[in-house]
């Protein structure tokens, strides 16, 4: 299997991360056909959609080999935290068939699957992180006890994965002891049957990705920052992500030589060191403290809606990168950016992050076209009219010489959509400036 091969790809996923990797893949000349899984209502213009669950590998392995796949690209967590790539290597093992995966093992997963293993890890390899204790049922005492030697606020998070609500940032003592409790007794359900409590960091923050190959090889991917909160002003709930912004202006060469000596290269070296098998995207959700990075958390896929951003600014065939990585050997496989800045507006769905309605006609896609790229999230197809379907809709995404001229785009191609309900936030970027 070479780079110039015509492959036959699966990409595992759903929301605006899959849309953009899909749009993404589908430019390249190596590429032979595209299969998304289950994909939305909008990635059918990169490939064919397959009604199946990442989660099911039973149903994955068969379009694996019903649709010839040489190669899996897993888009989120769940199915990697699960022993995704352990389950299809075995199968394809067993039948003689030649299959690539970019996404890590069970092992490696666990980076984001616990965090209290990701915070043990980047203690055994000196990696700059808050402290942190970890408290189960059996200790909580000590756990309080450690709580009250910290500076408020205090910072509880769910050990396992939680579909992003497992991490609360309490202001009071007293308050925070009690949440710890609660989540011990099952808030989480099995994801904070243990809780890292963890130092408050104060700064600004990033998403640094990476791709390697198991062999201690990586290459760094355009830099982005998200915007979780839902109001303008970082004001009110948090979300999934209502916007993103690459390249950021503070993780100057500076910064990132930083990352790349006390972060990236030790992560990377560390999981070698552990005989960990590690070949797919790492996530380093980062701060910047005083200008100085300390790592808030991994995550073994790529970001949403951090992905929106970063996979325009690649200006190099991907597919090549990606066969290398899973291969297990990037050699001199070379990831182009773009200089230009990117910036995505997302459209959420009224009520969003708490109760929305589904199934509300989208208009206006195709005008916002003209003059942006449109990534979907939460949308399907009915009839071929496109209808929403989640609280995160669809993203607007625009590159131009700097952020507020990328934002100008974005916004004025959010202006020509509609569906009842639309809200989304105007002031993406405008912190950097």
């Known amino acids: 299997m070479t780079p110039t091969a015509q492959l036959n790809v699966l990409l595992l996923g759903s929301g605006g991360r899959e849309s953009a990797i899909a749009r993404k893949l589908s430019e390249s000349p190596c590429l032979n056909k595209l299969y998304i899984a289950p ?24 379009a694996v080999k019903e649709h010839d796949i040489q190669l899996v690209v897993a888009g989120n967590e769940d199915p990697l935290v699960a022993g995704l790539r352990n389950e299809l290597e075995k199968r394809a093992a067993a039948e003689g068939r030649e299959l690539l995966i970019v996404g890590p093992g069970a092992d490696g997963a666990a980076l984001e699957g616990s965090k209290d293993f990701a915070k043990r890890f980047m203690e055994r390899h000196g990696i700059p992180t808050a402290g942190y204790f970890t408290a189960t049922a059996e200790n909580v005492d000590e756990a309080t006890a450690y709580m009250a030697t910290l500076e408020a606020p205090y910072v509880l998070k769910a050990d396992g994965l939680a579909a992003g609500k497992g991490v609360l940032i309490i202001p009071d003592l007293e308050e925070a002891k009690e949440a710890l409790r609660t989540m011990l ?15 408050f960091l104060s700064g600004i923050e990033c998403s640094v990705f990476a791709l390697t190959d198991g062999a201690g090889d990586y290459r760094l991917l355009p830099v982005a920052k ?82 929106e951003v970063v996979m325009p600014r690649i200006s190099s065939d991907l597919v090549p990168v990606l066969l290398a990585a899973a291969k297990g050997h990037l050699g001199d496989a070379v990831v182009e950016q773009d200089p230009r800045t990117a910036v995505a507006v997302m459209a959420v769905s009224g009520g969003y992050p708490g109760d929305y309605a589904k199934g509300k006609k989208i208009e206006g896609i195709a005008d916002a076209e003209a003059d942006c790229i449109v990534f979907h999230a939460g949308t399907t197809l009915k009839d071929g009219e496109l209808f929403t379907s989640g609280g995160r809709v669809l993203a607007t995404v625009a590159l131009a010489e700097d952020i507020p001229a990328a934002l100008e785009k974005s916004f004025n191609a959010m202006k020509k959509i509609n569906f009842e309900g639309i809200y989304y936030r105007r002031d993406i970027g405008k912190d950097l400036l």
């Open 39 to 62: 994909g939305n209502g909008g990635t059918g213009a990169s490939g064919i959609n397959l009604a199946l669950s990442p989660t099911d590998f039973d149903a994955v392995y068969e």
């Open 185 to 199: 007794a099952g808030q989480f359900g099995a994801a904070s049957r243990s809780v890292v409590i963890e130092q």
């Open 226 to 307: 998200d915007y979780k909160r839902v109001g303008e002003g970082d004001t009110g709930l948090n979300t999934g992500g209502m916007g993103s912004v690459s390249p950021v202006p503070f993780a100057d060469a500076e910064f990132m030589a930083k990352v790349e000596d006390r972060i990236v290269r030790p992560t990377v070296a560390g999981l070698v060191e552990e005989g960990i098998d590690y070949r797919g995207f790492i996530f380093f959700g980062l701060i910047n403290c005083g200008g100085e990075p300390y790592v808030i958390e991994y995550n073994v896929r790529m970001g949403d809606p951090e992905t």
